[in-house]
């Protein structure tokens, strides 16, 4: 039984075209399991499966704590995590279950970048594949699977997983609050206990335009805590990109070989981080940017 988990905060408009292209999936999903911060509850999409949605309350974004809650709500023995932002292609489910089949990993799918008038209302999927940027850093397969070495490309954004593999790890860890290093924390412990980081070919979703900052400076706070964090467990600086641009705007300083917030950001700074389409490399989050 494969179940489809995501999280949402305000974002609604993106749920429905996750859910539409789940509806389209070659392979459905047995249920989808959502849990919903956004500030005002959100409503349960049309589709042809089961959807479960559970409330969170919160004034942050606790992504470890959402997806832990997700996990534990799921029926299947298989999970794949889709961030509300990512529409599944078509063959995109069948490939993680059937490989998660042949192989006791974590799996992470192909990612494409669609641009802001990409993914609005009526969309083909081959028009998506067309506008869709890959990522800079992390290669796939066209078809078959690629082990990639590096724990640190380990991909939030899409990955699957056998439950008993999940629950072995403990989930994320929710030592990790609000957003950063989370992920990156959950690929090494995959590493640690033997268990193989792949690139699925073909398991494509393509990731719907949203505003966003480079660096994500609305989540300083959250970031620098997290990584201070993530050092004292792995010894190595995660996100060190973003730590390396925070420190050029003078917003973080490193004391004694770590960083700390030094004032937040102006209102100025917010406005001069919003990023701009074409994405860049760093916009499209690469948490070993700088490790």
């Known amino acids: 039984m494969l179940s489809v988990l995501t999280i949402v905060r305000n974002r609604e408009a993106h749920l429905a075209q996750l859910v539409e292209g789940l509806r389209r999936s070659a392979r459905k999903a047995d249920e989808l399991v959502v849990v919903d911060m956004s500030d005002t509850p959100i409503g349960a999409p049309a589709a042809g499966f089961p959807i479960r949605i559970e409330r969170l309350e919160t004034d942050g974004l606790p992504l470890a704590a959402a997806r832990n809650r997700a996990a534990a709500m799921a029926c299947g023995d298989q999970l794949l995590f889709l961030d509300v932002d990512c529409i599944a292609m078509r063959e995109c489910l069948g490939r993680l279950s059937e490989t998660l089949d042949r192989h006791d990993a974590l799996l992470c799918a192909d990612v494409r970048y669609l641009g802001p008038d990409d993914g609005r209302g009526s969309w083909e999927e081959s028009a998506l594949l067309a506008a869709g940027a890959a990522h800079p850093v992390r290669c796939f397969p066209v078809t078959g699977v690629r082990e990639e070495p590096q724990a640190g490309l380990f991909w939030s954004l899409a990955f699957a997983i056998r439950r008993a593999r999940f629950e072995a790890l403990g989930g994320f860890d929710e030592a990790f609050t609000g957003y950063g290093g989370e992920d990156t924390d959950f690929g090494y412990r995959a590493r640690d206990m033997g268990l193989p980081l792949l690139f699925v070919g073909g398991a494509i979703a393509c990731h719907q335009y949203h505003a966003s900052h480079d660096p994500p400076i609305q989540h300083l706070d959250d970031i620098v805590a997290n990584a201070r964090r993530f050092h004292a467990r792995w010894h190595d600086w995660p996100m060190r990109g973003w730590l390396d641009q925070f420190t050029e705007m003078g917003v973080v300083e490193w004391h004694e070989g770590a960083p700390v917030v030094r ?29």
């Open 263 to 291: 004032r937040q950001p102006t209102a100025a700074e917010r406005t001069a981080t919003l990023s701009t389409w074409p994405a860049s490399p760093m916009r499209i989050k690469d948490p070993l940017a700088a490790t």
